[in-house]
């Protein structure tokens, strides 16, 4: 399925208002300082909502899905102006899962309503496959080798020749036991976790040492890069604790450490998505920077408590509350208000900031009105503190 | 006070006196940390470890002995110089099972993973360390001081002033 840009790229810029502008800039100033809160714990005037934005923010625009994936200079475009249109963070972003995969021989695809996806045979067929799996260094993983920093890097380049004010260089590990199993395959994956650990720990140690280098290369060329660290496949629902320890957690702490030396971060942001009700204690010892922030989706079928979230981790890092991100996409604008409300009262007294966002990714077919409603609670209920 | 020579390099030096701290300070700081035993050694590299609080600094030199292997050590080399100005203010928690190649002299056992509050202009934020997991006292990395604490400061400053 051959794609082509909605907007010549070469265009683009011209089909967006410069950020020269005076309005522009006037928004930019108090969305800057609002963002920085929860980490200087200068409070400015409400809690941010981040609503975890990707290819909504496209199609919303008239864009498309697969523009989002294939051309990074429209994704990141169009979440700057996706941001400043609801008044929500004051950068633009990249990423999507399954990155580097290719790296590993798998063949990855968009369609017109998903992102990239593996397609095709697994490349990890069997325990002695997965001893033969390298390790990426970082010449391996520069942009004329590796699809993945080359989508990411134009992403970069394009917000700092375009939309300087907003430019965030990122490195998403995603969740290494979820790109694990789309090596394998994820049953078979769950199954080894049982009869085959070692296989999956060599899996596991490839992906952290590579998706490190990578970290490491973003960083030697952007100065720094604010690093999203997933567990999503391995949650509570899938695997007991102790298997979420072992193969994630541990794995994660590994990576962190691992990618800190090579000079990736310095933010870090641990993206807890599924259930993680038997599982959430152990995140409380993940390794923090000054600024860490800890998201998770859910507690069994609803979304994870603010008031636990600031209980358990208040103390040790900024906490994102969430609002249940399936629900974003219904026409019921009081129900998100009403749920917005909840989490921010529970959480906004947070010792080290709060930020309101989304259980995960915000739907491609997000309603815009629960986008507002999410905004309309945080002005309404998004004070810092109690007062 | 042991009878020990403390050798600092023309380049180490430089770096030292960009950042407004004397040699003299660092040699001292070596001889303190080899006189009370307050330092970690790296069992892999035989690099040594020590740190000095003072009023708005906290200073770490990364010292070997100018003849390795050879006993018993009449001269050591200062390596590295760092430092933070972030205050650290108490261990949050360690990670038992994440054990280190740095041992803590004082205790003779190897350092864990820990996580230190760290204060700087009245914002109280957490750090990496390695930890002795007895007498818990604990080290801010040379890359953690260089990166996320200094940032941090940075950011502080700024948004502070």
């Given amino acids: 399925m051959s794609y082509q840009p909605t907007v010549p790229l070469d265009k683009l810029p011209s089909h967006f208002i410069s950020h020269d502008t005076e309005s522009h800039k006037k928004w930019h100033t108090g969305s800057v300082t609002r963002f920085a809160s929860p980490f200087v714990d200068v409070f400015k005037d409400r809690i941010d909502f981040d609503p975890i934005v990707m290819a909504h923010a496209t199609t919303l625009l008239g864009f498309t899905n697969r523009d989002f994936y294939e051309s990074p200079e429209i ?17 633009a972003h990249f990423f999507y899962s399954n990155v580097f995969l290719e790296k590993y021989g798998v063949k990855l695809q968009t369609t017109n309503t ?31 080798k590796c699809k993945t920093t080359e989508l990411h890097w134009r992403a970069f380049d394009y917000e700092k020749a375009n939309i300087p004010d907003m430019m965030l260089p990122m490195h998403n590990v995603f969740c290494l036991f979820s790109m694990a199993a789309e090596l394998v395959g994820p049953e078979k994956f769950i ?6 650990p070692k296989a999956c720990h060599k899996v596991l140690d490839s992906l952290a040492y590579t998706s490190a280098s990578g970290a490491s290369l973003t960083a030697d060329k952007y100065g720094f890069d604010m690093m999203v660290i997933g567990s999503v496949l391995a949650n509570s629902t899938v695997l007991p604790p102790k298997y979420v320890k072992e193969f994630s957690f541990d794995h994660q702490r590994d990576f962190v450490r691992r990618a800190l030396a090579g000079g990736g971060g310095p933010q870090l942001w641990y993206h807890l998505c599924g259930d993680h009700s038997r599982d959430y204690t152990m995140w409380k010892d993940v390794i923090t920077t000054p600024f860490t922030v800890m998201h998770i989706g859910y507690y069994g079928d609803d979304v994870f408590p603010s008031d636990l979230l600031k209980k358990e981790f208040g103390n040790r890092m900024s906490m994102l509350a969430v609002i249940d991100g399936k629900r974003m996409i219904e026409p019921n604008f009081a129900w998100i208000y009403e749920q917005s409300k909840k989490q921010l009262l529970g959480g906004r007294d947070a010792p080290r900031g709060c930020i309101l966002g989304t259980t995960c990714e915000t739907p491609l077919i997000t309603n815009p009105g629960c986008t507002l409603a999410a905004v309309k609670a945080c002005k309404d209920y998004g004070t810092y503190g109690t007062w | 006070m042991v009878m020990i020579d403390v050798v600092v390099s023309k380049e180490v030096e430089d770096a030292l006196a960009q950042k407004g701290i004397s040699a003299d300070m660092c040699k001292r700081l070596v001889y303190d940390a080899e006189d009370k035993k307050t330092k970690f050694v790296n069992k892999v590299t035989g690099e040594n470890l020590t740190k000095k ?30 430092s933070h100005k972030m205050r650290m203010k108490n261990l949050v928690y ?68």
């Fill in chain 1, 114 to 144: 998903l992102p990239w996806i593996a397609v095709g045979d697994r490349v990890v067929k069997s325990p002695e496959d997965a001893d033969k799996l390298p390790k990426f260094e970082k010449e391996d993983l520069k942009p004329e």
């Fill in chain 1, 75 to 91: 994704a990141v475009h169009c979440v700057a102006y996706f941001n400043e249109l609801f008044d929500l963070l004051p950068v």
């Fill in chain 2, 94 to 161: 360690t990670m038992p099972e994440e054990v280190k190649d740095w041992w803590c002299v004082k205790d003779n056992c190897p350092t864990v993973r820990g996580q230190y509050d760290l204060e700087y202009m009245n914002v109280t934020r957490m750090a990496p360390t390695l930890t002795c997991p007895k007498c818990q006292d604990s080290y801010v990395e040379e890359d953690i001081a260089a990166k996320p604490v200094a940032v941090a400061e940075m950011l502080f400053e700024k948004k502070r002033a």
């Fill in chain 1, 191 to 196: 199954i080894w976790t049982r009869k085959e």
């Fill in chain 2, 53 to 82: 609080i003072m009023d708005n600094l906290t200073l770490y030199v990364i010292y070997a002995p100018a003849a390795p292997g050879a006993q018993p050590v009449t001269a050591y080399v200062i390596k590295k110089v760092y």
